[in-house]
């Protein structure tokens, strides 16, 4: 056992190391998950979206949509009745966690609106927690979806309503 030992330390003491240089260039290739960058681009994009709402920009945010987003007319319309009835819309994401893949976003935060009602001036304070899902898409990113509380629509409630349910039918075999 030794002798199999002082041979292995012989052979690995006499090797020279390869310089730096002559080492094999490791080839770059684009990461299967989404980096900083990625979350950080995916975040603006959403933050984005906030100060076009809060503006009541609803042409950029139209853009910024996903049209194949589940209840994506609901959505606009609530937005457009808030631009309609609410002034100074300050809308503030707290304890924001998100997660990127190369593709897709999920930010999951707690938010904060505040605005005046047009009609009395009366102050008003919503408060929720809800999770947006981002696509990236050639142009950048895009909301794909809202679940959770929406904070960009006071009056509409939630974007759809889906009703699930389990049903067994007999299936004949006809021979």
Do not use: C
């Not at 609530?78 to 304890?95: A, S």
């Not at 047009?118 to 999770?131: E, I, M, N, W």
């Amino acid at each position: 056992m030794k002798n199999i030992l002082a041979i292995a330390l012989l052979l690995l003491a006499g090797l020279p190391a390869a310089p730096a240089g002559a080492q094999s260039p490791a080839t770059e290739q684009k990461p299967q998950v989404a980096g900083f960058e990625g979350m950080k681009s995916a975040r603006a994009a959403l933050d984005e979206i906030i100060r076009a709402y809060e503006t009541g920009d609803i042409g950029l945010i139209q853009a910024r949509l996903d049209p194949a987003m589940i209840g994506y007319q609901r959505f606009l319309d609530g937005m457009r009745r808030d631009t309609g009835n609410l002034k100074q819309i300050r809308l503030h994401l707290f304890e924001a966690n998100v997660t990127a893949g190369p593709d897709v976003a999920m930010i999951q935060a707690a938010w904060e609106k505040r605005f005046f009602g047009v009609a009395d001036f009366t102050p008003g304070l919503f408060t929720g927690r809800s999770s947006f899902l981002m696509h990236r898409a050639k142009d950048g990113w895009r909301l794909a979806a809202v679940s959770g509380d929406n904070p960009f629509s006071s009056e509409s409630g939630v974007l759809a309503t889906l009703t699930v349910s389990t049903r067994l039918t007999k299936i004949a075999k006809r021979f």
